[in-house]
Protein backbone atom coordinates (compact mmCIF):
# COMPACT_ATOMS: atom_id res chain seq x y z
CA UNK A 1 0.00 0.00 0.00
CA UNK A 2 1.26 3.61 -0.95
CA UNK A 3 1.93 6.27 1.25
CA UNK A 4 -1.23 8.51 -0.31
CA UNK A 5 -3.68 5.34 0.44
CA UNK A 6 -2.67 5.14 3.69
CA UNK A 7 -3.29 8.48 4.22
CA UNK A 8 -6.89 8.24 2.32
CA UNK A 9 -7.73 5.43 4.22
CA UNK A 10 -7.13 7.12 7.59
CA UNK A 11 -9.24 9.85 6.30
CA UNK A 12 -12.43 7.49 5.66
CA UNK A 13 -12.07 5.23 8.63
CA UNK A 14 -11.68 8.49 10.76
CA UNK A 15 -14.81 10.07 8.64
CA UNK A 16 -16.94 6.47 9.55
CA UNK A 17 -16.08 7.09 13.24
CA UNK A 18 -17.59 10.84 12.75
CA UNK A 19 -20.94 9.05 11.12
CA UNK A 20 -21.38 6.96 13.81
CA UNK A 21 -20.74 9.35 16.95
CA UNK A 22 -23.61 11.48 15.05
CA UNK A 23 -25.88 8.56 14.74
CA UNK A 24 -25.03 5.79 16.82
CA UNK A 25 -24.34 2.34 15.09
CA UNK A 26 -26.74 2.20 11.84
CA UNK A 27 -26.84 -1.59 11.25
CA UNK A 28 -28.64 -0.94 7.99
CA UNK A 29 -28.78 2.68 7.03
CA UNK A 30 -30.98 3.77 4.22
CA UNK A 31 -28.04 5.07 2.11
CA UNK A 32 -24.36 4.18 2.68
CA UNK A 33 -21.11 5.07 0.38
CA UNK A 34 -17.89 3.16 1.97
CA UNK A 35 -14.81 4.51 0.19
CA UNK A 36 -16.49 5.75 -3.02
CA UNK A 37 -13.98 7.18 -5.40
CA UNK A 38 -15.40 8.63 -8.93
CA UNK A 39 -13.97 9.88 -11.78
CA UNK A 40 -14.81 11.76 -15.29
CA UNK A 41 -12.72 9.95 -17.12
CA UNK A 42 -8.98 10.13 -16.00
CA UNK A 43 -10.11 12.86 -14.35
CA UNK A 44 -10.60 11.60 -10.06
CA UNK A 45 -12.99 13.32 -8.58
CA UNK A 46 -14.36 11.87 -5.13
CA UNK A 47 -11.54 10.45 -3.28
CA UNK A 48 -12.63 7.79 -0.37
CA UNK A 49 -16.08 9.42 0.27
CA UNK A 50 -17.83 7.81 3.35
CA UNK A 51 -21.83 8.70 3.92
CA UNK A 52 -24.72 7.48 6.10
CA UNK A 53 -28.19 8.44 5.88
CA UNK A 54 -29.98 6.80 8.17
CA UNK A 55 -33.66 6.46 7.84
CA UNK A 56 -35.83 9.44 8.56
CA UNK A 57 -32.85 11.70 9.01
CA UNK A 58 -31.45 14.77 6.93
CA UNK A 59 -27.92 14.83 5.96
CA UNK A 60 -26.55 17.58 4.29
CA UNK A 61 -23.53 17.82 2.19
CA UNK A 62 -22.07 21.21 2.01
CA UNK A 63 -19.06 23.08 0.62
CA UNK A 64 -17.48 25.13 -2.36
CA UNK A 65 -18.05 24.83 -6.02
CA UNK A 66 -15.72 21.55 -6.94
CA UNK A 67 -15.57 20.33 -3.63
CA UNK A 68 -17.73 17.02 -5.17
CA UNK A 69 -21.19 17.07 -3.87
CA UNK A 70 -22.84 17.34 -7.35
CA UNK A 71 -20.81 14.15 -8.31
CA UNK A 72 -21.07 12.67 -4.49
CA UNK A 73 -25.16 13.15 -5.46
CA UNK A 74 -24.33 11.13 -8.88
CA UNK A 75 -22.98 8.18 -7.17
CA UNK A 76 -26.02 7.93 -4.77
CA UNK A 77 -28.64 8.11 -7.89
CA UNK A 78 -27.19 5.71 -10.03
CA UNK A 79 -26.04 8.45 -12.74
CA UNK A 80 -22.17 8.17 -12.06
CA UNK A 81 -20.87 4.14 -10.71
CA UNK A 82 -18.32 4.71 -8.44
CA UNK A 83 -14.47 3.41 -9.82
CA UNK A 84 -14.36 2.13 -6.51
CA UNK A 85 -16.16 1.61 -3.01
CA UNK A 86 -19.45 0.77 -2.33
CA UNK A 87 -22.99 2.34 -3.01
CA UNK A 88 -25.64 0.60 -0.85
CA UNK A 89 -29.40 1.07 -0.28
CA UNK A 90 -30.94 -0.44 2.73
CA UNK A 91 -27.27 -2.61 2.87
CA UNK A 92 -28.10 -3.81 -0.84
CA UNK A 93 -25.18 -3.35 -2.70
CA UNK A 94 -26.17 -1.28 -5.74
CA UNK A 95 -22.72 -0.30 -7.53
CA UNK A 96 -23.67 -0.29 -11.90
CA UNK A 97 -27.29 -0.36 -10.96
CA UNK A 98 -29.37 1.99 -13.04
CA UNK A 99 -31.04 5.37 -12.02
CA UNK A 100 -34.88 3.90 -13.49
CA UNK A 101 -33.77 0.96 -11.28
CA UNK A 102 -32.67 2.48 -8.18
CA UNK A 103 -35.89 4.73 -8.77
CA UNK A 104 -37.78 1.47 -8.60
CA UNK A 105 -36.49 0.46 -5.00
CA UNK A 106 -37.27 3.67 -3.44
CA UNK A 107 -34.58 6.27 -4.62
CA UNK A 108 -36.13 9.52 -5.94
CA UNK A 109 -33.96 12.85 -7.39
CA UNK A 110 -34.90 16.40 -7.34
CA UNK A 111 -32.04 17.49 -9.77
CA UNK A 112 -31.00 21.08 -9.89
CA UNK A 113 -33.01 23.55 -12.46
CA UNK A 114 -36.48 21.70 -10.90
CA UNK A 115 -37.36 19.39 -13.87
CA UNK A 116 -41.06 20.36 -14.92
CA UNK A 117 -42.49 19.94 -17.78
CA UNK A 118 -43.25 23.78 -18.33
CA UNK A 119 -45.60 23.32 -21.65
CA UNK A 120 -47.90 21.37 -19.36
CA UNK A 121 -50.02 22.47 -16.32
CA UNK A 122 -49.66 22.38 -13.00
CA UNK A 123 -52.09 18.84 -13.58
CA UNK A 124 -51.01 17.92 -16.34
CA UNK A 125 -47.74 17.53 -14.53
CA UNK A 126 -48.96 15.93 -11.74
CA UNK A 127 -50.44 13.36 -14.20
CA UNK A 128 -47.39 12.49 -15.45
CA UNK A 129 -46.49 10.95 -11.85
CA UNK A 130 -49.40 8.20 -12.16
CA UNK A 131 -48.15 6.80 -14.61
CA UNK A 132 -46.37 4.73 -11.50
CA UNK A 133 -49.51 3.62 -10.37
CA UNK A 134 -50.84 5.86 -7.93
CA UNK A 135 -54.60 7.14 -8.57
CA UNK A 136 -54.95 10.92 -10.13
CA UNK A 137 -57.26 11.60 -7.09
CA UNK A 138 -54.70 10.55 -4.61
CA UNK A 139 -51.65 12.23 -6.01
CA UNK A 140 -53.82 16.02 -5.99
CA UNK A 141 -54.99 15.38 -2.99
CA UNK A 142 -51.58 14.99 -0.84
CA UNK A 143 -50.19 17.78 -3.45
CA UNK A 144 -52.38 20.21 -2.81
CA UNK A 145 -52.88 19.56 0.47
CA UNK A 146 -48.80 19.90 1.12
CA UNK A 147 -48.75 23.06 -0.92
CA UNK A 148 -51.78 24.79 -1.09
CA UNK A 149 -50.18 26.75 -3.77
CA UNK A 150 -50.30 24.44 -6.44
CA UNK A 151 -54.24 23.86 -5.69
CA UNK A 152 -54.52 27.69 -7.05
CA UNK A 153 -52.26 27.51 -10.01
CA UNK A 154 -53.87 23.59 -11.28
CA UNK A 155 -54.27 24.98 -14.38
CA UNK A 156 -51.54 27.38 -15.10
CA UNK A 157 -49.00 26.04 -17.31
CA UNK A 158 -45.40 25.36 -15.05
CA UNK A 159 -42.99 27.53 -17.25
CA UNK A 160 -45.19 30.70 -16.27
CA UNK A 161 -44.90 30.09 -12.62
CA UNK A 162 -42.14 31.14 -10.03
CA UNK A 163 -39.41 29.66 -9.74
CA UNK A 164 -40.14 28.50 -6.42
CA UNK A 165 -43.72 27.31 -7.04
CA UNK A 166 -41.98 25.14 -9.78
CA UNK A 167 -39.57 23.85 -7.22
CA UNK A 168 -42.70 22.98 -4.96
CA UNK A 169 -44.48 20.34 -8.61
CA UNK A 170 -41.03 18.64 -8.94
CA UNK A 171 -40.93 18.00 -4.89
CA UNK A 172 -45.05 16.91 -5.31
CA UNK A 173 -44.62 15.04 -8.33
CA UNK A 174 -41.32 13.06 -6.35
CA UNK A 175 -43.11 12.33 -3.96
CA UNK A 176 -45.68 10.85 -5.66
CA UNK A 177 -43.54 7.79 -5.84
CA UNK A 178 -44.08 7.27 -2.26
CA UNK A 179 -39.90 7.43 -1.86
CA UNK A 180 -37.74 5.72 0.74
CA UNK A 181 -34.31 8.12 -0.28
CA UNK A 182 -34.95 11.90 -1.22
CA UNK A 183 -32.09 13.47 -3.05
CA UNK A 184 -31.91 17.20 -3.44
CA UNK A 185 -29.87 18.60 -5.71
CA UNK A 186 -29.12 22.62 -4.47
CA UNK A 187 -32.74 23.04 -3.65
CA UNK A 188 -32.55 27.10 -2.72
CA UNK A 189 -30.92 27.88 -6.12
CA UNK A 190 -32.05 31.28 -7.33
CA UNK A 191 -34.99 31.22 -4.59
CA UNK A 192 -36.41 34.39 -2.44
CA UNK A 193 -35.59 33.37 1.29
CA UNK A 194 -39.28 33.01 2.23
CA UNK A 195 -39.44 30.22 -0.45
CA UNK A 196 -36.50 28.44 0.35
CA UNK A 197 -37.54 28.57 4.23
CA UNK A 198 -41.38 27.05 3.45
CA UNK A 199 -39.74 24.24 0.91
CA UNK A 200 -37.19 23.39 3.88
CA UNK A 201 -40.08 23.01 6.05
CA UNK A 202 -41.87 20.76 4.04
CA UNK A 203 -38.43 18.79 3.98
CA UNK A 204 -38.50 18.33 7.68
CA UNK A 205 -41.84 17.57 8.01
CA UNK A 206 -40.81 14.91 4.93
CA UNK A 207 -38.28 13.13 7.00
CA UNK A 208 -40.67 13.11 9.63
CA UNK A 209 -42.88 10.14 7.70
CA UNK A 210 -39.53 7.89 7.35
CA UNK A 211 -38.08 9.61 4.23
CA UNK A 212 -34.17 9.34 4.44
CA UNK A 213 -33.07 12.85 2.70
CA UNK A 214 -29.64 13.53 0.93
CA UNK A 215 -29.43 17.22 0.41
CA UNK A 216 -26.58 19.53 -1.35
CA UNK A 217 -26.40 22.63 -0.92
CA UNK A 218 -23.85 25.70 -1.53
CA UNK A 219 -25.53 28.23 1.32
CA UNK A 220 -25.34 26.71 4.49
CA UNK A 221 -27.36 28.63 6.47
CA UNK A 222 -30.51 27.72 4.42
CA UNK A 223 -30.01 24.21 5.01
CA UNK A 224 -28.93 24.18 8.60
CA UNK A 225 -32.06 24.29 10.41
CA UNK A 226 -33.31 21.00 9.46
CA UNK A 227 -30.26 18.60 8.98
CA UNK A 228 -29.28 16.12 11.59
CA UNK A 229 -26.22 15.66 10.36
CA UNK A 230 -23.95 17.98 8.01
CA UNK A 231 -20.88 16.96 5.53
CA UNK A 232 -18.57 19.25 4.62
CA UNK A 233 -16.41 18.41 1.37
CA UNK A 234 -13.46 19.98 0.17
CA UNK A 235 -11.57 18.40 -2.90
CA UNK A 236 -13.41 15.49 -3.09
CA UNK A 237 -13.03 14.60 0.33
CA UNK A 238 -15.56 14.43 3.24
CA UNK A 239 -13.14 16.41 5.62
CA UNK A 240 -15.55 16.74 8.66
CA UNK A 241 -18.91 15.33 9.87
CA UNK A 242 -21.04 16.30 12.67
CA UNK A 243 -24.58 17.79 13.92
CA UNK A 244 -25.00 21.24 12.92
CA UNK A 245 -24.00 23.11 15.77
CA UNK A 246 -20.61 21.40 16.21
CA UNK A 247 -19.62 22.67 12.57
CA UNK A 248 -20.22 26.29 13.03
CA UNK A 249 -16.57 27.23 13.16
CA UNK A 250 -15.20 24.79 10.35
CA UNK A 251 -18.00 26.29 8.13
CA UNK A 252 -16.63 29.68 8.54
CA UNK A 253 -12.90 28.92 8.44
CA UNK A 254 -13.12 26.52 5.21
CA UNK A 255 -16.59 27.00 3.41
CA UNK A 256 -17.78 30.59 4.20
CA UNK A 257 -14.90 32.12 3.94
CA UNK A 258 -12.83 34.96 5.37
CA UNK A 259 -15.95 37.29 5.43
CA UNK A 260 -17.51 35.24 8.27
Given amino acids: MTEHSEAEESIVGAVRSDWESVFG ?36 LLGPNGAGKSTTLKVASGQLPP ?13 WV ?52 LGERRRQLAGTMSGGEQQMLAMAR ?9 LLDELSMGLAPQIVEELYEQVAKIAALGVSILIVEQFA ?9 VGLMLSGRMVKVGRPQDLEDDLSRAYLGAEV
Fill in 174 to 182: ALTTDPAVL
Fill in 221 to 229: QTVMGVADA
Fill in 98 to 149: SPSALARVGVCTIPEGRGVFPNLTVRDNLRMATYAGASMRDVEATTYERFPR
Fill in 83 to 95: SAGSLLIAGRLMN
Fill in 25 to 60: EVPRPALELRAVKAAYGKIQVLHGIDLVVPAGRVVV
